[in-house]
């Protein structure tokens, strides 16, 4: 019998047949755990693994944000302190997402392309020491961060296309929005406005609030306005020249004839006490652009009219203020204006607002925070290819009001 005879026949004994029944068995176990983890049977334990996965991750891990540049002068963008960690944003910030550090210190981390995030205000121009960074990882979010409208952009946006992956501005489709402030309703705490579609609450039909109507009867000044930008795109200094034909603007500060000085608690409570109205009238007539004059105003009892670009019914509730922009003529403006002003129910009326929303500061850190800790966040990679037109094309030259 030859030697390769016997092989064959020893390779088909007991060992042969023991040894090829692990291997199908072996199959068979690996077969069964490709079923058994398989997405057909097992999705749902496969994305409970990977969110818990990710929600560990993030929950050790600290997103880091820089400051390239000052904001109007002040390097820490009117934070405390020029870096602030996660105890500072959960503290004072009161961020929901607080694991972050923020510092406008270039040399807090090692290198610059280290950071997760990196802020530029687009209202001043870029360090000229220092103007852009050096070196950018692909995991840095480069933000375009302006609180003021296009007409006050330092930058030519058209050398920085596909530079930006995020923007951090007033306007409602930013990817970060950053309001001079937002109203809160005050039965369920959460923030309504400003929004696309605020869920507002429905006036009532009659309203009465006695702190408001003894006030009313001792106002005796129709309009007030503090104003040191006196030549505007949107030409407001035009339309509150031809108010005054109709009745008394005063207007204080460098565009008039009186002076109220920064800072005097007098200038706010004569609002209150002997004004009926304040003009909240914008710079820019742009999208969702309003500005800490029309936050301001609500924080007195005068009824704020408001001049600009944006749709106010994202921003304040209705029959809060009067839009001037909702009539055709100045004429049509100033009577109305005349009527609210000579009936005490009326004009009562527009406070009505007050009983269910409450007026707070924000902070765009807090968002931006929990946007670098999006689960998605270091998946998913955009670029503004044309930021330029993104930013321009919100504003526009012409009022609806016939001036």
Same mark, same amino acid.
């Given at each position: 019998?030859?030697?390769?005879?016997?092989?064959?026949?020893?390779?088909?004994?007991?060992?042969?047949?023991?040894?090829?029944?692990?291997?199908?068995?072996?199959?068979?176990? +690996?077969?069964?755990?490709?079923?058994?983890?398989? !997405?057909?049977?097992? =999705?749902?334990?496969?994305? =409970?693994?990977?969110?818990?996965?990710? #929600?560990?991750?993030?929950?050790r891990s600290t997103r880091t944000i820089l400051l390239w540049?000052?904001?109007?002068? $002040? %390097?820490?963008?009117?934070?405390?302190?020029?870096?602030?960690?996660?105890?500072?944003?959960?503290?004072?910030?009161?961020?929901?997402?607080? =694991?972050?550090?923020?510092?406008?210190?270039?040399?807090?981390?090692?290198?610059?392309?280290? *950071? $997760?995030?990196?802020?530029? #205000?687009?209202?001043?121009?870029? !360090?000229?020491?220092? %103007?852009?960074?050096?070196?950018?990882? %692909?995991?840095?979010? *480069?933000?375009?961060?302006?609180?003021?409208? !296009?007409?006050?952009?330092?930058?030519?946006?058209?050398?920085?296309?596909?530079?930006?992956?995020?923007?951090?501005? &007033?306007?409602?489709?930013?990817?970060?929005? @950053?309001?001079?402030?937002?109203?809160?309703?005050?039965?369920?705490?959460? +923030?309504?406005?400003?929004?696309?579609?605020?869920?507002?609450?429905? !006036?009532?039909?009659?309203?009465?609030?006695?702190?408001? @109507?003894?006030? @009313?009867?001792?106002?005796?000044?129709?309009?007030?306005?503090?104003?040191?930008?006196?030549?505007?795109?949107?030409?407001?200094?035009?339309?509150?020249?031809?108010? =005054?034909?109709?009745?008394?603007?005063?207007? *204080?500060?460098?565009?008039?004839?009186?002076?109220?000085?920064?800072?005097?608690?007098?200038?706010?409570?004569?609002? $209150?006490?002997? &004004?009926?109205?304040?003009l909240a009238f914008e710079n820019s007539l742009c999208? $969702?652009?309003?500005?800490?004059?029309?936050?301001?105003?609500?924080?007195?009892?005068?009824? %704020?009219?408001?001049?600009?670009?944006?749709?106010?019914?994202?921003?304040?509730?209705?029959?809060? &203020?009067?839009?001037?922009?909702?009539?055709?003529?100045?004429?049509?403006?100033?009577?109305?204006?005349?009527?609210?002003?000579?009936? /005490?129910?009326?004009?009562?009326? &527009?406070?009505?607002?007050?009983?269910?929303?409450?007026?707070?500061?924000?902070? /765009?850190?807090?968002?931006?925070?929990?946007?670098? #800790?999006?689960?998605?966040?270091?998946?998913?990679?955009?670029?503004?290819?044309?930021?330029?037109?993104?930013?321009?094309?919100?504003?526009?030259?012409?009022?609806?009001?016939?001036?």
């Amino acid at each position: 019998m030859s030697m390769a005879v016997r092989s064959a026949r020893l390779a088909c004994g007991p060992r042969g047949a023991l040894l090829l029944l692990l291997v199908i068995l072996l199959s068979a176990l +690996v077969v069964l755990h490709k079923v058994i983890q398989s !997405p057909l049977l097992n =999705q749902n334990k496969i994305l =409970q693994d990977h969110l818990r996965g990710q #929600h560990e991750r993030h929950i050790r891990s600290t997103r880091t944000i820089l400051l390239w540049t000052d904001f109007f002068g $002040d %390097p820490r963008w009117k934070l405390s302190w020029d870096t602030l960690g996660p105890q500072e944003l959960r503290d004072e910030l009161h961020c929901p997402v607080y =694991q972050c550090e923020i510092s406008n210190q270039h040399a807090f981390l090692p290198a610059v392309e280290l *950071y $997760d995030a990196i802020v530029f #205000h687009a209202a001043e121009m870029f !360090p000229l020491l220092r %103007p852009v960074p050096s070196h950018r990882s %692909p995991h840095q979010a *480069y933000v375009f961060a302006l609180m003021e409208p !296009p007409g006050e952009t330092k930058h030519r946006l058209d050398d920085e296309q596909g530079f930006y992956n995020l923007t951090m501005t &007033y306007r409602l489709d930013s990817d970060v929005i @950053w309001p001079y402030g937002q109203l809160l309703d005050i039965a369920t705490d959460a +923030v309504v406005a400003p929004s696309v579609k605020p869920p507002w609450r429905k !006036p009532p039909a009659t309203f009465n609030d006695t702190l408001v @109507w003894n006030l @009313w009867s001792g106002k005796t000044k129709t309009a007030a306005w503090f104003v040191s930008h006196c030549a505007t795109l949107s030409k407001r200094e035009v339309l509150a020249n031809r108010l =005054q034909e109709f009745f008394n603007v005063d207007i *204080y500060g460098k565009c008039g004839t009186l002076r109220c000085t920064r800072g005097d608690p007098r200038c706010d409570e004569m609002l $209150d006490t002997d &004004y009926f109205f304040y003009l909240a009238f914008e710079n820019s007539l742009c999208d $969702d652009y309003v500005t800490e004059k029309l936050f301001d105003a609500l924080q007195r009892t005068v009824v %704020p009219v408001v001049f600009g670009g944006a749709d106010y019914s994202r921003i304040l509730p209705p029959h809060s &203020y009067v839009d001037a922009n909702r009539f055709e003529t100045v004429e049509e403006l100033a009577r109305y204006l005349n009527f609210v002003a000579g009936d /005490p129910d009326m004009y009562v009326s &527009y406070f009505w607002w007050r009983s269910h929303y409450r007026l707070v500061p924000s902070s /765009p850190f807090c968002d931006l925070c929990a946007r670098l #800790h999006a689960p998605a966040f270091g998946h998913k990679t955009q670029f503004y290819h044309n930021i330029q037109s993104w930013w321009f094309n919100s504003c526009r030259l012409e009022s609806r009001i016939r001036l």
